[in-house]
Nanobody, 122 residues
Framework: QGPLVESGGGLVQPGGSLRLSCAAS????????MGWYRQAPGNGREFVAT???????IYADSVKGRFTISRDNANNTVYLQMNSLKPEDTAVYYC????????????????WGQGTQVTVSS
């Protein structure tokens, strides 16, 4: 396993919900902002959301009001609660440590893992 392990993806109908998890080592998680990103087939990687170590959050306009990022500092895990899912949310979702915290940049400090597939389809 790599330093970041994403899980929780799956197939869901439009309007449904999923909760993604990303487990990291203490050395990676502690004190760092964490982010979620996604990549749909044929597209580049896209910013989804980030959460600072203190809990402040930033969201992409496309997911604002539907997705919620949170973190469990005791267990070195970051979550992405996704509600009201749409077919256009279909993508592989990745977590990482943002290179530029507080921005919507897709640049990250670690190598990208395998991600977790989210498919929204009826």
């Amino acid at each position: 396993q790599g330093p970041l392990v994403e899980s929780g993806g799956g197939l869901v109908q439009p309007g449904g919900s999923l909760r993604l998890s990303c487990a990291a080592s203490r050395s990676i998680f502690g004190g760092n902002a964490m982010g979620w990103y996604r990549q749909a087939p044929g597209n580049g990687r896209e910013f989804v959301a980030t959460i600072a170590s203190g809990g402040s959050t930033i969201y992409a306009d496309s997911v604002k009001g539907r997705f919620t990022i949170s973190r469990d500092n005791a267990n070195n895990t970051v979550y992405l609660q996704m509600n009201s899912l749409k077919p256009e949310d279909t993508a592989v979702y990745y977590c990482n440590v943002p290179r530029f915290p507080g921005t919507k940049s897709t640049s990250a400090t670690l190598g990208w893992g395998q991600g977790t597939q989210v498919t929204v389809s009826s």
